[in-house]
């Protein structure tokens, strides 16, 4: 690495403040780092720790009301911080240039994405507008998107998230800065595109020569993609390390914290529960179809899913978005009621109950949801928001009920003071406890779990997955825990399904299915998942196994197998014939006919295993 | 585990808004008017006196009069803001009017309110073709031309009190039910209300318990705004005759009365009245506004 | 587009026969007695009755409700006709009647429109540019103030003023003097008809009569346009695409612009909203300057009981609401590629 090279951009002790009664609160406060030319560094913290607003005030820029209050920002032998607003808006997307979450919110909706993009480009260069037209698709080109020329007339609203964070690439590399600011650029990607994105970006920058802060709360992206890596704790830089010793030998509390349970883990997986366990749910059969407005069409969201968990067991159930897993996750606890069904709970069908005979399962049968801030009711104390199952479903006096409510406060590790508090204030992490304690108060059996730490930063994911980890253990209570985030699934279940288009295309144990895929969908989909692990980085091992084209509609299913038009395997059987789920000799199932045959499990690239 | 150290477990504060301050001093005066206005006036506000078309004090006799008032030396209390051309003492009527403008405005608008915010929930929450004709018949009622429409409404089926605030709380409850409605549509599928599904709260009880307070927040919000324009509405009806009927004390009344003198310089029967709506309505915009920023 | 609007006119037609039903309905319910506000409290029973059958309201409810709506056109035009019906007080049909008094008050209350719309655009603006400033406070304090005033006492107060105080107001009586002879009429509307007969004389006079009440209605309108236009300004600069525009070092000037594009889309309906209600609201304004428009026209239709023009009135007034808020969505949706027909 060239270490000994000149910074490109140096920032000392920076601060920077939003006015709140009377004073400032400073979310960035005293925070120096240094970036070098053709670096990609990682920048990491908790939500609300300020990374956002520090990546924006070292281009000089900070969201009104608030502002700079000292330090400096070299860059190019100049403080950025004494330039005028017009000399820095000359230097921005010029120098320093940023991409930022939620790319469609970040595109103007109102005009084409071409003539942003020409806006960008000539408002540093005096190219006139057919040569920013020209640039635009050149750009977009460059970023891989199909059809730059009919794309150039498309509008913010008409794009995919992840084509809308490509014309964001190309809009902030347009006029070639030697910086490239990313704030969060994958969140709310799929697994797949993200990881294409990520290459894209990080191909195009090696390109063009510029240097990359990832600003990001996936330790997978950062230890795939970043050369070091700063932490960003109580406004200040705590931690700056090249992320192979970062990932290693961590030395700041925070650091350790948020890798605490990459440590802990190392190699093993989670021990398998006892052969002998019941079942405590059966899903013979389950199909779930949505009817289109206006038309005769159904979209199939969930088509012939089956699947087992027996008592105590943590099961987790990933795919992309639209792969039907969160409707399965509604289905079995009846939020839905599926088209079709024979769902076994402790023996009894509950999939076609209605909804007053499945109210005495409701006690035994729990759901937490994605979206903790939305999963209270802001108006209610904590208090009654624990105890409003109990009212429903239990006969208990009011000091009972509080006794329990105390009771399951204790098991997710929360303060009983909290009882008297609202929801409003609390963070993330905090709520998600109290929901995962509504859906315990009742001692439920089974545990539905979707996307539960999606929201979550580093340090609460881990202490959730913890906390899910120990309930799971000391109470026997099974999990199916959905979610997209395999890191997570390897570190809290024994056996994993995979689904795409509404099936399950593979099934097995955690360490089976991570360690060798069989499906070819797994297969990519592993391939893509970004691992917390430096020594098996992405950008040093190219890949193969990448899927190509566009996931079928699941109003128009093929006739064969479903990934038949992406796989890169596939012949001409394979689009005629529907796959069937099989069991293999080693307990694992899969659907695919080419799998089944070989036996021998394909061996994978080193990226799925996992430290 | 201490990813929650940093939290403080104290309410967030809460900043002075002088706006909202205003607000609350001027609503909260023309409540307490609307309780003791038609009492501590110096003269009935619905009987005439014998002198006609008095103009009010000039500034320098104000001193005079008021100690004049208050040793009870003066033959009789003063006018402060003069009669009108039949003779009622203006600032009588001025103090008098909130009983009649607010009683109408507020009656008006909970009715509407109330209405409006059950419809609302019903039409949102339950999707079906009884919902779907509400939600029509509330479009047809939306587009009546508002006053046009109380003015019709008042004149055909009688100038009173409970007549006013029957066709108002027609024209505003279609903005209820739509308001509370749309809401209601992004509150249903919160986590919260699956959250309650999931445990097996029947679905009317989730509806009100969960999914009403919930959308409450711009009913309530719209309801200062409502308030005032009833007021306005209110003394508009009167001020082109089809509104309550005099001597009731009613500020458009009383405006109406002196409008017909302004043109010949007898402003003073006229322009109290509409200083007090002015103030008033004013007091209540800013009284939803700082609701609004402080709720949204 | 074309298909939008014409399901949009489609939708609009049957809102407006439900609410002609509704009108018929409602005002024949009401406890008012045309008839005896006809003849007079004194009138004999004959003269009672025979004027109840020359109105036609010895009939069954709905058969006066099918002679509305013209499905019995030997006893009189109907809807279907292209007839309201003729008043009862005056004997004319009230089409043409409201032909008559509706231009004025379009003319007025466009121009108020006109005038408030532009001056509230750099106001607002000017408030949303910094947020919390002191500029920003007297806009916004000015915005709840102006939304919040009785226009029919300002416009006294006004006439007070301008016309016996200082004298540089023509007096309040209507849009001409008795003694100016009015041009024919071309459009219907006083202004643009002066102008096509090249009777300059008359769009001076009528000019000078239209200022008070044109300020008026615009210092009272421009309070809610002046807190839409600022609050969606403001909402637009500290959009996403906003602050994402400057971090790539776009000119002020397109910051500017892209701004201003997206705070205009989502006012147009509002404007669409306070220009209805505009339109039935200067009942009160033309009332205090003597305007012969359509409010002047349902004022004296409703103290008279005179149903039939009551329901020429709300029907045209709805009418004319409908077709403006087709326009400016038909507008908004020029400006945001978003919404899609």
Redesign the interface.
Known sequence: MSNLEKPLLDARDLIVGYPSGGHYSRPVNGASLTIRPREVVGLIGDAGSGKSTLALALMGLVQAPGRILGGSVEFGGQDLTKLSEDELRAFRGRDISAIVQNPRGALNPLIRIGEQISNAYRAHTRATPAEGRAKAIEMLTMVGINDPERRVNAYAHELSGGMAQRAMIAMALAAKPRLLIADEPTSGLDVTIQAQLLDQMWQTVQDTESAILLVSQDLGAIANYCDRVLALHDGKIVEDAPVRQFFAMPQHDYSKEILGLHHAQGDRFPEQVSDAANDILEVEKLRMEFPVRNSDNVVHAVGDFRLNIKAGEAVGLVGESGSGKTTVGRCLVRLLDPTESIIRFDGFDIGSLDQRSMRKFRSRIQFVFQDPFDSVNPRWSVSDILIEPLRQLADMSRAERRKRAEEVMELVGLPVELLERKPRGLGAGILQRINIARALICEPEFLVLDEPTSVLAPRARNALIELLGKLQKELGIALLFITHDLTTVRYLCQRVAVMYLGQIVEEGSVEQVFTAPRHPYSQALLEAHLFPDPDHRRVDHPSDSALDGEIPSPIDLPTGCYLASRCPHADETCRSIPQNLSVLSDGQTVRCWKAEHEEEPAEMAPATKTG | ?N??AD???A???R?FNW?FAIGVTIVAGVTLLALIGPYIGPYDPTLTTPRVSVPPPSLSEIPGLLFGSFSNTLEHPPHWMGTDSSGYDVFSRVIAAPRTDLTIALAANFVSLGIGAVLGLLAGYFRNWGTELLM?VS???Q???????A???V????RSMGNIVLALALVYTPIYIRLTRAEVLQKKV???V????????PEIAIAFR?VL??SMTPALIQSSVTI?FAI?LT??LS????GVRPPTPEW?LS?ST??NQ????E?WP??FP?IA??IT??G???LG?ALEERYE | MLKYVSRRVGVGLLQLLALTIAVFFIIRLLPADPVARLVGMNASPEAYAQAEQQLGLHRPLLTQLGVYLGFDPEIAPGLIQASLGVSWVTGEPVLKEIGTFLPVTLQLVTLAFVFAFVLSVPIGMAGALNPGGGADKGVFVYSLFAGSQPEFWWGLLLIYLCFFQWGIAPAPLGLLSPLTSAPEPITGFLLVDAVLRGRFDVLHEALSHLVLPVICLSFVVSGPIIKMIRQNMMRALQSDFILYGRSIGLPKKRIGRYALRAAMAPSMTIIGILYGFMLSGAVLIESVFSLNGIGQYAIRSVLNFDYPAIQGVVLVIAAVSLVIYLLLDLIQAAIDPRIVY
Request: charge should be positive; avoid cysteine.
């Open positions: 585990m990813e929650f939290t403080t477990f309410a967030p504060k900043r706006l029509r479009d047809v009622l587009s009546f031309p508002v006053f046009i429409s003015m019709v409404l004149a055909l089926a009688g919160a986590g919260y699956e959250a309650a599904r999931a445990m097996g709260t969960h307070p919930n005032g306005l003394s508009g001020f082109v005759g089809a458009g405006i002196g409008a302004i043109i010949l310089g402003w006229s322009v509409g709506i002015s309505v004013f209540f915009a800013v506004n």
